[in-house]
């Protein structure tokens, strides 16, 4: 069974700082990888979206990469600002089309 | 935004009463899940379907039910509702396995 590993559970850092979030993977039988984003008693929101065979994706301040091989996603969050504030979920899609999650890093970006 | 909605979208029931939560997409992907979400264990995936008809058992299946008569409506049926079902519910969409997944905002079902 996959298992999928957010490391840290939260994060504080103050405003402008540059970050890193680490999401690992037991299986590398994945077809994609996905980061979303999830306000308080809110909905997931999609972010960015790795396909097996890609190394890296690139939103405005968000990259995130993929190691397929060795289990190993981040996401980088360039200049955070507070807005930035929110849980970051990471999801690997297996081959058996089944989602599945981490328990996230919730982030707090201090003004 | 992807056209997904869930229903309703806060429910209190009581221990033994049949519930059915509902998520209706308009994008015509052919995937649709239903995840719990509760502190401590992040999102779990219930049920899911892969076409009219078709639905598989997911990670916490016990004590659920699904049907899928649409493209667009995948029905969650709590038949006989616990307290331990108490949690927030997320219905998702996605079409072929090199596109995004969408979430719905979720359900809020109190069992009391």
């Known amino acids: 069974k996959q298992e999928v590993t957010q490391i840290p559970a939260a994060l504080s850092v103050p405003e402008g700082e540059n970050l890193v979030l680490n999401c690992s993977f037991t299986?590398?039988?994945?077809?994609?990888l996905q980061w979303f984003r999830q306000d308080p008693g809110k909905g997931l929101t999609s972010l960015l979206l790795?396909?097996?065979?890609?190394r890296e994706q690139t939103s405005g301040r968000l990259n995130a990469s993929l190691d397929k091989s060795s289990g190993r996603s981040t996401l980088y969050i360039a200049a955070s600002q507070p807005g930035d504030s929110a849980t970051y979920l990471c999801?690997?899609?297996?081959?058996?089309?089944?989602?599945?999650f981490g328990t996230g890093t919730s982030l707090t970006v201090i003004p | 935004d992807a056209g997904i909605t869930q229903s309703p979208r806060h429910k209190v029931t009581e221990t033994g009463t049949p519930v059915t939560l509902r998520c209706h997409q308009t994008e015509n992907h052919r995937y649709m899940y239903w995840y719990r979400q509760d502190p401590g264990h992040g999102l779990r995936l219930i049920h899911y379907?892969?076409?009219?008809?078709?639905?598989d058992k997911g990670e916490v299946s016990d004590g659920y039910s699904v049907s899928r008569s649409k493209t667009e409506d995948f029905l969650l049926t709590l038949e006989s509702a616990t307290s331990s079902q108490t949690s927030v519910y997320f219905c998702a969409i996605s079409d072929y396995r090199d596109t995004e997944a969408f979430f719905g905002q979720g359900t809020r079902l109190t069992v009391v």
């Open positions: 299986d590398s039988a994945i077809y994609n």
């Open positions: 379907s892969y076409g009219v008809k078709d639905t």
């Open positions: 999801a690997v899609l297996d081959t058996g089309n089944q989602f599945y």
């Open positions: 790795i396909q097996s065979s890609q």
